[in-house]
């Protein structure tokens, strides 16, 4: 089975600008969350959609957005994108039902976003 | 709320030596307790897991978790440890509850294993 795919691998864009990173869970997972991974900060929480919908979000501005679709793969967006967003993000997928896994999360490598 | 504390940033260990990566958690209920490890450019890979029962929880390349209610921790263990064992580690926790934004895990800040030949 293929594991969680995420692109691009690296990413450099200029304060301003938006950008879309994509995730593609493994077959059969229904949820994926999106982690924000930075040294200071660590590993925070940005949302997590199942079956297409918002099911949780964490606690970042508006100019961070999401969607997922009816093949579960899902998309990240950040708009006007400020130096503090450089980071690592990092998608996790799962069955998404409390009982199957019970919370195990599987993740892809990651998107290293560089804002300049 | 819940919370996860790695006390530690480093822990330096020789290879060949058991090694103990310390976690407390904090928590209102039961606790799901996870260890995950990430490799340099990588994302994060599942180790082991806490859910019920046996309080010695035992989970990939040869590590082991000891759950202990009272002290509120979940600190990883390994007997022996191998220079590949050098990585960044996760402790997380969540609620056992099927909805709400404490379904999510809650990571702690991650400590940095490095074992010496």
């Known amino acids: 089975k293929a594991g969680v795919t995420q692109t691009p691998r690296y990413l450099i864009k200029t304060r301003g600008q938006q950008v879309t990173l994509s995730c593609s869970p493994i077959?059969?997972?229904?949820?994926v969350s999106w982690y924000q991974q930075t040294p200071g900060q660590g590993l925070q929480f940005l949302f997590e959609y199942f079956s297409e919908t918002q099911r949780n979000k964490g606690n970042f501005p508006g100019r961070f957005s999401g969607r997922q679709f009816s093949n579960s793969r899902s998309e990240m967006n950040v708009s006007t994108l400020e130096l503090g967003d450089s980071a690592l993000y990092l998608c996790a997928s799962s069955l998404g039902t409390d009982r199957s896994g019970r919370g195990k999360l599987f993740f892809g490598s990651g998107t290293q976003l560089s804002v300049l | 709320a819940q919370s996860v504390a790695q006390p530690e940033d480093q822990v330096n260990v020789a290879e060949g030596n058991p090694l103990t990566v310390k976690c407390t958690y904090s928590?209102?209920?039961?606790?799901?307790l996870f260890w995950y490890v990430q490799y340099p450019n990588r994302g994060l890979q599942f180790l082991l897991k806490y859910i019920t029962g046996d309080n010695l929880v035992k989970g990939s390349y040869g590590f082991e978790a000891e759950f202990n209610k009272s002290q509120t921790s979940f600190h990883l263990k390994k007997p022996s440890a191998l220079v590949s064992d050098s990585a960044l580690y996760f402790c997380?926790?969540?609620?056992?509850?099927?909805?709400?934004?404490?379904?999510?895990?809650?990571f702690g800040s991650g400590t940095q294993l490095t074992v010496l030949p």
């Open positions: 997380a926790v969540r609620r056992p509850i099927s909805s709400g934004s404490a379904r999510q895990l809650t």
């Open positions: 928590v209102s209920g039961n606790p799901y």
């Open positions: 077959s059969g997972h229904r949820s």
